[in-house]
């Protein structure tokens, strides 16, 4: 009970403080003494962002120079920026730079800029995320800014913790039993979450993390050092960017044994640390250029698992598992943001794996890949050679026929492999975002096309409405008569999508299978046994006598269409499915060697010729009309009736 | 000939079939098609009962002979996975993307499976079949 009220007198505290801090008049935060100074050395030239919640700068941008004094630490970046912020304690209320701040490392980037990174400690214990950065430009000789989570004012009488690590950890047990420890509890100086961040509140506390693997839970507990109450609990789940990165040690279990946590250092292993980093910066293209938090939208945590089989040279999404895949080498940038963009999509427009919209799905994977690893055009360059097989990458967005994609619409490839050809037509809309990306720019192109998928795209759209939805979008953006919108229409229209363009149709066998056998037709197991048959028919009738290769030529010369009109035409699917049905006895028989058992009825005759007739007209008057023509002037279909299937096959071979 | 046209339709159902399995030959040990995945592959492989093996992969082609190792440890794992015993299909609930699609043919019998899917037994089965693949059967 007493524990009780401790923690509703804290969390009433919490509230004040809040209150206080956001109240209307605290809107005009009074200027600390040394941004007078930090003026002057500037020549007024410095904007400068204040916290609502301390007063204080959380991000000064300027050209602030250098000291000789500062510029004698030169060799250590950590101890300039150390040493330059001692000439301005007043403007964050330092007091003394090298005891409130130690170093975390410092980065050079691409640029020539060395970015400090300093974290606050307060009587040696570490303040919990409380950083500086002091950004150095090329040459060395200025400051141009500076990040501040600076918390001044802090005031504790001990540092020494009266609950120990065992009874904070009994403490945040009771609110997750069964949650497992991660890291040993660590002592901190915690001064509220951010949002509500005082040094006047600030108390000792441990932080105690938990978690549950699957699913995921990950909480860190804070537990106040002095008298075991939980001062906050930290759903790391939830706090903006999470991920998890898992290595399946060359097996195929997923998610497998856990490498890196969110807030990790690096694991050592290099491809748990790239899936991991990866996603982080795919995480942070989303977030900093799209506003969109993970690829759900909402935070959601992202899954990676590294190491995934033996001699397996590919990465995957999994729908079920909520998770991207890798196999040894394959988690490399543009890789790891074009798996974690097919999360993206199927979050957002939910675009249908195969053909047209495969295509698509697939397509805004490469292009979200390349926006992420944004140097050059390429997907796949740096995955392992002997994944590569001597080419350079997989893909290439500005010539996709360069890597066997078409990048125009006379050039598309119908296919029944690979979902019917997802990572192939793909080239096209590749190539015109390539197009447009170049005419405008990629920061036009990837808003245009992003607002594309999220917002215009449905599950079963096609590339025409790809190119309307990406007009749509730019005239949102930019405007009907903006270049911008000249830019999308042309690129669109130089790879033939055009507005009226549409593939021919799909003449992939496999679909009859998996669509009307497998998914159409109302009892599995009796689909499973036509298939059955058929192939036995193929392998054992067919194959085996001229009439039959003659047939099968026959067909496949028309397999197409006819697998096109069936599958768009319900009766004639129904059709061709009853059919299936009524034979399959039959056919069996004649394959046992007990073909003079089952008589071909005049039903099933009828049902044929119906089911040829429609199929002509659904074809008017194309090739496939004109074979069942030519075959029905031949034959008389009626003459079937009352025969048994043995006495057909006999006739077919000897007529 | 009147009896023709109802084989032009068991032809015509018959067919849809041939084309996604394929044909079978008396003297075909194996046949082993992978595709899909981040690459978008389409690669087959057909091992005869000698060793022969014939390997397309998109618009390339090799012929190669395997050895007497490879087939004896090719047919010890397909016998460890009892794959006669494995179900004609082993597919994820939903599918995801840049999965890979295995069909595997040994003795007559085909198994579908896709990556997160496959039985654990077939794996080295198609471990071994994978680096037949990319060493294009060399050793």
């Given at each position: 009970m007493k524990r009780r009220i401790v923690v509703l007198l804290t969390v009433v505290?919490?509230?004040?403080?809040?209150?206080?801090?956001?109240?209307?008049?605290f809107s005009q935060p009074p200027t600390p003494p040394g941004v007078e100074k930090l003026r002057q050395d500037t020549g007024g030239e410095v904007d400068i962002t204040w916290d609502q919640e301390s007063g204080n700068p959380s991000f000064i941008r300027g050209h602030i120079p250098l000291l000789p004094s500062d510029l004698k630490e030169k060799a250590d970046p950590a101890m300039a920026a150390l040493t330059f912020l001692g000439r301005y304690i007043d403007v964050?209320?330092?007091?003394?730079?090298?005891?409130?701040l130690e170093a975390v490392?410092?980065?050079?980037?691409?640029?020539?800029?060395?970015?400090?990174?300093?974290?606050?400690?307060?009587q040696g214990v570490e303040v919990y995320n409380a950083v500086m950065k002091v950004h150095l430009s090329a040459d060395g000789k200025e400051v141009v800014a500076i990040s501040s989570g600076f918390v001044p004012g802090i005031a504790l009488p001990s540092v020494k913790p009266q609950v120990n690590a065992e009874q904070a950890l009994t403490t945040a047990k009771m609110a997750m039993p069964e949650g497992e420890l991660t890291t040993d509890p660590k002592i901190v100086v915690y001064a509220g979450a951010t949002g509500g961040r005082s040094g006047a509140l600030a108390r000792l506390a441990w932080l105690v993390e938990l978690w549950d693997d699957w699913p995921p839970v990950d909480n860190v507990y804070v537990v106040d050092a002095t008298d075991r109450v939980i001062?906050?609990?930290?759903?790391?789940?939830?706090?903006?960017?999470?991920r998890r990165t898992y290595t399946a040690d060359h097996g195929t279990s997923l998610p497998g044994r856990l490498c890196r946590r969110e807030g990790d250092p690096s694991s050592g292993d290099q491809d748990c640390d790239n899936a991991h980093d990866f996603a982080g910066a795919t995480y942070d293209y989303y977030r900093n250029t799209?506003?969109?938090?993970?690829?759900?939208?909402?935070?959601?945590?992202?899954?990676?698992t590294v190491h995934y089989g033996r001699s397996y040279c590919n990465a995957f999404w999994t729908s079920d598992r909520g998770q991207t895949v890798y196999g040894d080498g394959f988690p490399v940038k543009d890789v790891v943001a074009h798996e974690w963009t097919h999360a993206v999509t199927?979050?957002?427009?939910n675009l249908e794996y195969r053909w047209q919209s495969g295509a698509l799905n697939e397509s805004f994977s490469d292009i979200f890949g390349a926006m992420v690893d944004r140097d050059d055009w390429l997907m796949g360059e740096g995955l392992p050679p002997n994944c590569l097989g001597g080419r350079e990458a997989i893909r290439d967005l500005s010539n996709p026929p360069r890597f066997g994609q078409p990048d125009h619409t006379s050039d598309w490839v119908s296919t029944c492999s690979d979902n019917e050809g997802v990572h192939t037509n793909s080239g096209i809309p590749n190539k015109a975002y390539y197009n447009i990306a170049t005419a405008i720019g990629k920061d036009k192109a990837e808003r245009i096309f992003y607002r594309t998928l999220v917002i215009y795209l449905q599950s079963t759209s096609s590339l025409k409405d790809a190119r309307a939805a990406a007009l749509r979008s730019t005239q949102d953006l930019y405007g009907s008569n903006s270049t911008e919108y000249n830019a999308v229409r042309d690129g669109f229209n130089a790879v033939g999508l055009d507005g009226v363009w549409q593939p021919p149709p799909n003449d992939c066998v496999c679909a009859a299978r998996t669509t009307l056998l497998e998914k159409a037709y109302p009892d599995r197991l009796a689909a499973?046994?036509?298939?059955?048959?058929?192939s036995r028919t193929r392998d054992q009738l067919l194959n085996t006598t001229s009439a039959g290769q003659h047939y099968r030529t026959l067909y496949y010369r028309h397999t197409g269409r006819i697998t096109y009109l069936v599958l768009r035409d319900a009766e004639l699917r129904a059709m061709g499915q009853r059919i299936l049905h009524e034979v399959t006895p039959g056919l069996n028989q004649l394959l046992d060697g007990k073909g003079e058992q089952t008589l071909i009825t005049h039903e099933v005759v009828t049902e044929v010729t119906i089911f040829l007739k429609r199929l002509a007209e659904a074809d008017k008057g194309g090739p496939l009309a004109q074979a069942i023509e030519q075959e029905m002037k031949r034959v008389d279909l009626q003459g079937l009736a009352g025969m048994t299937f043995e006495e057909a096959w006999k006739r077919i071979n000897n007529p | 000939m009147k009896h023709q046209i109802h084989i032009i339709v068991i032809a015509v159902l018959a067919g849809w079939l041939a084309s996604c399995t394929g044909t079978s030959s008396s003297g075909m040990l194996v046949e082993y098609r992978r595709s899909g995945g981040f690459a978008g592959l389409d690669d087959r492989v057909v091992i005869q009962v000698n060793g022969q093996a014939t390997l397309t992969r998109k618009a390339e082609h090799y012929e190669f002979v395997l050895d007497r190792d490879t087939m004896n440890q090719l047919q010890a794992l397909f016998d460890d996975a009892e794959f006669s015993k494995l179900r004609r299909e082993y597919l994820p609930p939903r599918q995801g993307s840049d999965l890979f699609e295995y069909v595997v043919t040994y003795n007559g019998h085909t198994v579908r499976t896709m990556d997160t899917a496959v039985p654990e037994a077939l794996w080295p089965v198609l471990e071994l079949l994978n680096q037949i693949i990319e060493s294009g059967g060399k050793p």
């Open positions: 505290l919490v509230v004040l403080a809040t209150f206080v801090s956001s109240s209307p008049g964050f209320e330092l007091e003394d730079p090298k005891a409130e490392g410092f980065v050079t980037d691409e640029l020539g800029m060395t970015h400090v990174t300093l974290r606050q400690v307060y001062l906050d609990v930290l759903d790391r789940l939830y706090e903006g960017r999470d799209h506003g969109r938090d993970s690829y759900d939208g909402r935070g959601a945590t992202m899954i990676s199927q979050h957002s427009a499973l046994q036509v298939v059955t048959t058929l | -």
